[in-house]
C-alpha cells in the first residue's frame, strides 16, 4: 500500500512532466508563431495550465493533516499575507487589509492558514476579474480569533452555495474545484469553521473562525480569557 511520500513522489513526478510538455508546446509555439492560429491550439495551452494546478491541489490535500501549531504574532502573519495577495491583483485593486490594535496571538499553522487564506483571496481576485476592492478583515468575536475575506465580485447564486466546498466542484470552467475544499479542509483541521455569506451582484464574504485557546478544552488560558 502506498503510503503519504509515495503519493507525493509521484504526484511530483507528474507535475514535472506536465511542466515539460508545457515547456515544450511554448518553444513550438516561439519557433513556429502560425501555430497560434491552428484550431485547440489555445484551447490545449489552456488543459495543460489546469491540469498541471489540479496536481497541485490535489498534493495539497496533505495540509489538511496534523497541523504544526504554535503560538502567532498576527501583525507580522498578516504582513506577510498582505505582501502575498496584492500579488494576485491588478495595479488598479483597492486592497484593504483591517487591523484593529490590541489583536492577542494566534494559535496555529502559520504556513497552513496562510496556505487557505490566499486560496480565498486568489477566489476572490479571480471572482472579481483581478479588478475591484477586497477587504480582509481580522478580529476576535467571543473566543474565536476570525478572518473576513471580502469580494465587490458577482456574488454566489444561492443554488450552489451549498455545494462550493464539495471537492472537484467549480463554478469556473477552467477551476478545478478543490481550493476551497481544501481551505475548509485546512481550517477543520484546527478545529475550526469557514463559512460564507454572498449576495448575487453585490458580492462575497468568506469568515474563518478559529480557536483562541490553545486547545479547545483547556478551561483556564490567559488568552481566552481576555477575549
Not at 502575498?84 to 496555529?108: C, R
Request: glycine residues 6%; charged residues 20%; proline residues 4%.
Amino acid at each position: 500500500m502506498l503510503n503519504n511520500e509515495d503519493y507525493q513522489f509521484i504526484f511530483h513526478e507528474i507535475k514535472n512532466s506536465i511542466a515539460v510538455i508545457g515547456c515544450s508546446l511554448q518553444l513550438i509555439e516561439k519557433k513556429h508563431p502560425e501555430v497560434k492560429s491552428f484550431p485547440f491550439w489555445e484551447d490545449t495551452l489552456a488543459d495543460i495550465t489546469s491540469l498541471r494546478q489540479m496536481i497541485i491541489d490535489v498534493s495539497s490535500t496533505k495540509l489538511c493533516e496534523n497541523p504544526q501549531k504554535s503560538n502567532v504574532n498576527l501583525y507580522d502573519f498578516l504582513s506577510v499575507l498582505r505582501t502575498s495577495a496584492k500579488t494576485l491583483f491588478d495595479d488598479d485593486a483597492i486592497i484593504t487589509f483591517d487591523i484593529p490594535f490590541g489583536l492577542p496571538e494566534g494559535y496555529f499553522d502559520t504556513m497552513r492558514i496562510h496556505h487557505a487564506l490566499l486560496n480565498l483571496i486568489k477566489n476572490a481576485s479571480e471572482a472579481m476579474n483581478r479588478h475591484g476592492s477586497l477587504i480582509v478583515r481580522t478580529y476576535c468575536r467571543r473566543n474565536q480569533l476570525c478572518f473576513d475575506v471580502s469580494d465587490t465580485g458577482d456574488g454566489i447564486p444561492p443554488e450552489i452555495q451549498d455545494q462550493i466546498f464539495t471537492p472537484f466542484f467549480s463554478s469556473k470552467e477552467d477551476g478545478s474545484g478543490l481550493g476551497l475544499a481544501i481551505s475548509k479542509g485546512i481550517i477543520e483541521s484546527h478545529n475550526g469553521t469557514l463559512s460564507l455569506t454572498s449576495t448575487v451582484g453585490q458580492g462575497t464574504t468568506f469568515t474563518i473562525a478559529l480557536p483562541l485557546c490553545a486547545s479547545q478544552n483547556e478551561k483556564s488560558d490567559p488568552v481566552c480569557e481576555a477575549s
